[in-house]
């Protein structure tokens, strides 16, 4: 359930285009600060899932940031 729900967290943001990772390390900042509010209220496992999606989106900036818009 927990990854059904994370997988339609990354679905709804839909098509974006480059910005040199700006724009998913925001993302994982707002996730990681829901995994926070997830953890004060006892929801341990799915804060677990939140911090494991905010990570995806910091290697997606990582890997972002090593290109141009222009890499095949």
Avoid: C, I, W
């Avoid at 994370?6 to 839909?14: P, S, Y």
Wanted: a negative charge.
């Amino acid at each position: 359930m927990r990854s059904g729900f994370t997988v339609e967290l990354f679905n709804m943001r839909g098509t974006f285009t480059y910005t040199a990772g700006a724009a998913e390390r925001k993302l994982a900042e707002e996730n990681r600060a829901k995994a926070e509010a997830l953890e004060e209220n006892g929801y341990h496992r799915f804060a677990t899932a939140m911090r494991d999606f905010a990570k995806s989106y910091e290697r997606d900036a990582d890997r972002e940031a090593q290109s141009t818009p222009f890499d095949d």
